[in-house]
Each structure stands twice: as structure tokens, then as C-alpha cells.
């Protein structure tokens, strides 16, 4: 008589349920329009045009304006900086909307990135701007799922985890040269990788009409909300610790002092001034900016000896030794006087001053 035992049952492979990809085109798009914008406005490279377009200013956060943790994700420095993060967008986005749905898909690009801008906000003095933080979130997302997944997807889920963190490795090598914000990159990963692990798709065998298995997403975003608000809690949390951190910095200080001097507030203007050169006394803005407000009021000896700072800090910064010579002038200081108007022609012969520089140098010698 013959055992006969049966086959193992043959592996079936299943497709996953993915979503049409459509949400990522339109962030590109509005990354692009930004960038024109910035373009036609005054260049995408030029401070002023990025700060009123909403990039990440310490000083202009800690002040209220809030706003500017989200704004950055849309806004980019320069043709290399809007290309790659386009790519890196092209390349990721697609996957991780069909994986996680359209909902899901923006619910971490927004929020990954707006942790990559809190974290920069929280430990990086610098101007900043770009879509990174958001899309440094992607990468942790696609690091949750592969991971939480690895068994359903098997071998290719395993080579897609390694090549995420082989991805992950390189990326923050390459921060660690200083050339972009670490912070923001490593803000929007551990978002995007928090988010990511909450979000991910629970999948569920199930049988259809003609008896064909087949995997459904059983995940409902309703269900997983209390955990969205907890990361916007801590978001917020974070965001207040780092305001309240920020408030005492030196260049937020000189920040806060430059726009109350634009505004002619002079008086209101020199305690945030007087910080800010003490914390930052090799700061060539910080003194310059000091000794101005010290000369608008009035405090001429004051101002001689804080723009006799800024020239030495700087000896090529022509306003500097105007200045400095006018200050010297009402002291009665003629002979230091004529030496710095003749100082500034030859730096800037043809300066906005210069015609007035030369009069007083032909009334003084």
C-alpha cells in the first residue's frame, strides 16, 4: 500500500492595493510656481526675496509669525537645490502616496516636514528654505513600512529595507559636511518615520466574488487620528520649548534689534543691539548694526569706538569708515576724521556718499 502525502500548498503571490499616485504632481507643481516666483521677485538666491516668501527666520518665528515652519517646505535656494529635491520627489513621492493613499501620503509629507523645520528652528541659527524636510520624511516612511512589511513582501521587501538605509547612510554622511541642514534633514526623517509606522497600511487577506484571494488595506485614518494629534501636540510642544529656547539667543537678539532700528525705534532698538554684540562679538553685522544705532542716538563716542570694532573686524566695509568719520567729526577728532573719509573714497570712489565725503574733506583740511 502507498502513502501518498499531500503537496505543500504553493505560495500565492498577491499585488498589493495601491493607490493612483496623484498629489505628489501637484506638490511638484507648486514647488516649481514657487520657484518662478522667486525668480521674477528678486532671485531665489537673494535673502530678501526668500524671507518675504516665507523662509525659516529664527528671530521672525520667536516674533509669532509661526507660519514660517511650514512655508519653507515651498521654497528653494538656487537651480541645483529645486532640481534635486524635484528628482528625490519624482523618485520617492509616487511610491509612497500608492502605498499610503492620498490622505495618508499628505498627512506625513505635511507633517514630516513641518518636524524637519521645528528641529532646524530649535538647533540652526541659518536662513533655510527647501522641500528636504519633507522629503527626508518620505524616506522614514518608506524605512516603517519596508520594515513593519518584510515578511509579507519577503526577499524584495528585505532588499528594498537595505537599500533605504544604504539611502539613509549616504544622505547623512553627505549633511554632516555642512553643506545643508542636518537638523531639518534629521527632523523630517524621525517624522516621517514616527508617521509613517502609525499610518502603515494593515493588510488583510480577502476573498472576492469569483473566490480569488486577494490583500485589502484595512487601515482607517480615523482610527489612527488620536495618534496624528499626539505628534501635533508634541509638534506644538517642541515648537514652544524652542521659541522659548531661541528668545535668548544673540542672533535672534540682533534680529529682533535690526527691524526695530529699521523702523526707527533706535531707543527700543539698543538693548537687543548691546546683546547682541556682547554674544557675538566677532560679528561684523552685530557691531555695525550696534555702532549705527549708537550714532542715530546720538552717542557719538559710543558709536567711534564700536565702529572702530567693525573696521577692524572688517577693513574693506567702506560705510564703516564713513561712518566712523562722521563720528570722529562730532567729537572734534578732525585729524581721525580725514584719515577715514579718505579711507572710504579709496574703498568706494564712487559711492553714494563719496561727493559728500570729498565736501567735508575740503571744508576739514
Known sequence: MNNFEPAPPQPVRLRL????????????GINIVMFVVETLVGGSDNSATLVTLGAKVNALIVMGQYWRLITPMFLHIGLAHIAFNSYALYVLGPEVEAIYGHARFLVIYLLAGIAGNVMSFAFTPAL????????FGLIGTQLAFFYRQRKVLGAFGQRR???????????????????VDIFGHLGGF?????????LCPDYEVEYGADGQPRLADRTVLLRELPGVILFVVLLIVATGAATLQQAHSPQVKLEQGIAMFDRQDYAGALPLL??????????VQAQYSLAADYYNLRRYADAAQVFETTTRLAPNLPDAHYYLALSYLRLDHHAEAVTQFQQYLALDPNGDKADEARQILAQTE
Not at 493612483?20 to 501637484?26: I, K, Q, S, T
Not at 548691546?274 to 560679528?283: F, H, I, K, S
Open 17 to 28: 492595493p495601491l493607490t493612483r499616485p496623484w498629489l505628489v504632481w501637484g506638490l511638484l
Open 128 to 135: 533655510s528654505a527647501g522641500a528636504s524636510t519633507a522629503i
Open 161 to 179: 529595507l537595505i537599500n533605504i538605509v544604504s539611502i539613509i547612510v549616504i544622505n547623512l554622511l553627505f549633511s554632516l559636511s555642512g553643506a
Open 190 to 198: 524621525i517624522g516621517g518615520l514616527a508617521l509613517g509606522w502609525m
Open 274 to 283: 548691546e546683546q547682541a554684540a556682547r554674544g557675538l562679538p566677532n560679528d
